[in-house]
């Protein structure tokens, strides 16, 4: 098993950037797959980044593409999720998850293991 703590959340105005952070412990972290999801108050959880094992590939959700950037960096168990140029529409929970596949998920029935959370806040 893995397990995921995430950091780097806050309050940012409009067209500023946070970059989030996705520690992970237990088993060797180039094993899972990793992904980003989002979750709005009052709202259902929405996909928002994968990236593959080794970063072979990475997918964003149409509404964060040119703005959000997925990486990870396996020597450190650590995964990152890059957003700038941030909107009000931006603002929640982000999450990450890990899932033991060879490829990427944009579905969370895929990733068995996720974080805590980290609140996302953009002001106008």
């Known amino acids: 098993q893995v397990q995921l703590v995430e950091s780097g959340g806050g309050l940012v105005q409009a067209g500023g950037s946070l970059r989030l952070s996705c520690a992970a412990s237990g088993r060797t972290f180039s094993s899972y797959a990793m992904g980003w999801f989002r979750q709005a108050a009052g709202r259902e959880r929405e996909f928002v980044a994968a990236?593959?094992?080794?970063?072979?590939?990475?997918y964003y959700a149409d509404s964060v593409k040119g703005r959000f950037t997925i990486s990870r960096d396996n020597a450190k168990n650590t995964g990152y999720l890059q957003m700038n140029s941030l909107k009000p529409e931006d603002t929640a929970v982000y999450y990450c998850?890990?899932?033991?596949?060879?490829?990427?998920?944009?579905?969370?029935?895929?990733?068995?293991?996720w974080g805590q959370g980290t609140q996302v806040t953009v002001s106008s």
């Open positions: 990236i593959t094992r080794w970063s072979g590939g990475t």
């Open positions: 998850a890990a899932a033991t596949l060879s490829g990427a998920s944009l579905s969370s029935t895929e990733y068995a293991y």
